[in-house]
């Protein structure tokens, strides 16, 4: 929680430092020679030097990866690769998921959620039961030396044993391939549990709550596990079920915690329940730019550090990642709701401005 509130504070400190941490790390790979970032100490060349990019920029050198090379985009060989559907051409997409990325971004991600949680509600009783995760599908591809597959899936065989105690279903049944066997082997497992929390996409979770209204004849969840207390989403737009999951948790138990999350990257947390927008996260491994959709050309554009953004203008986000995604041009847009600290939401996608530019 130190760090969260410290980057917070020094929100510019942080992020120029995760800029000078990316470039050390991969100043000797083949990306990093070929753009010499062992001469790269400020965003002015950094913006300069490297180029913009979408995955097509990209993609030649994530399939070397995938086929086992090292050192292209990030130092030594990348095992996983979160698999994503292109959103306008319907390919996929294969982002390199790092163990750095995994450890520095993901996971970290979901540990200052917890401690900003736990922050709110110091009387809390989650770890007197089991975080109920719920994930897509776990089917792993295997490509030479590198798997690929949903991120979920990857995540969960990268868990922290600490966390695997506290969480449910077990790795066995959460890797199971055949979704209705999956939800019927999860609802034996965890309907008589004492389940405190829900960690997942919240789509996917309305298929498993009505099905454990219909197996137990309960009018709702809190019937069901009366100790729930929070529930932690992202991965879509929430809007459009909440008035289902208000119904299926009513009253005022339950914490609703957004997070914005995605292959690329954990980004963002929902620090105050009560407000909307969520806290982006300035050093978990990840720098950000910002392209002001009133001046957006693909990867023509001009970026923008933090420093500048404005508040209730729209941006398009561009990363880099401690996973070798360079100045990469995520695909959605938001909007500044604070910068003190800065909290965003989402707005939209870039795809129809790309598209213009026949980039994606």
Request: negative net charge.
């Amino acid at each position: 929680m130190e760090e969260l509130l410290h980057s917070s504070k020094e929100p510019f400190v942080a992020q120029r430092a995760v800029m000078s941490g990316l470039l050390q790390k991969a100043k000797n790979t083949e990306f990093g020679k070929a753009y010499g970032f062992d001469t790269i100490h400020n965003f002015k060349t950094f913006s300069k030097r490297i180029p913009l990019a979408t995955y097509g920029d990209l993609k030649e050198s994530i399939e070397r990866m995938r086929s086992g090379e090292s050192n292209v985009l990030w130092p030594g060989q990348i095992k996983w690769y979160a698999k994503s559907s292109g959103t306008t051409s319907g390919k996929s997409k294969y982002i390199p998921v790092s163990q750095d990325s995994i450890n520095s971004c993901h996971f970290a991600g979901g540990r200052y959620e917890l401690a900003i949680y736990l922050n709110h509600r110091p009387d809390s009783k989650l770890f007197e039961g089991l975080g109920l995760r719920l994930g897509g599908s776990t089917v792993l591809e295997q490509h030479g030396l590198s798997k690929s597959g949903d991120l979920s899936a990857i995540l969960i065989q990268n868990i922290p044993t600490w966390a695997e105690f506290m969480s449910a279903p077990s790795p066995n049944t959460a890797l199971m391939t055949e979704w209705e066997e999956k939800i019927e082997a999860i609802l034996d497992e965890v309907i008589d549990q004492n389940i405190t929390s829900f960690w997942g996409v919240s789509s996917w979770f309305l298929v498993l709550f009505n099905k454990v209204l219909e197996r137990t004849g309960k009018n709702n969840l809190l019937e069901v596990w009366p100790n729930l207390e929070l529930f932690a989403h992202g991965g879509v737009n929430f809007v459009p079920y909440e008035n289902q999951f208000r119904q299926l948790m009513p009253g005022n138990q339950v914490t609703f915690m957004e997070n914005y999350n995605a292959s690329e990257g954990f980004f963002a947390i929902q620090d105050d329940p009560n407000h909307e927008g969520m806290l982006l996260l300035l050093d978990s491994g990840i720098y950000y730019e910002f392209i002001p959709m009133s001046d957006f050309h693909g990867t023509e554009s001009n970026t923008i550090s933090l420093e500048k953004v404005i508040i209730g203008m729209e941006y398009a986000i561009v990363i880099t990642t401690n996973g070798g995604l360079w100045r990469y041009i995520l695909g959605d847009t938001v909007k500044f709701l604070s910068t003190q600290p800065h909290r965003i939401k989402l707005s939209g996608r870039t795809a129809h401005y790309i598209n213009a530019f026949g980039e994606e």
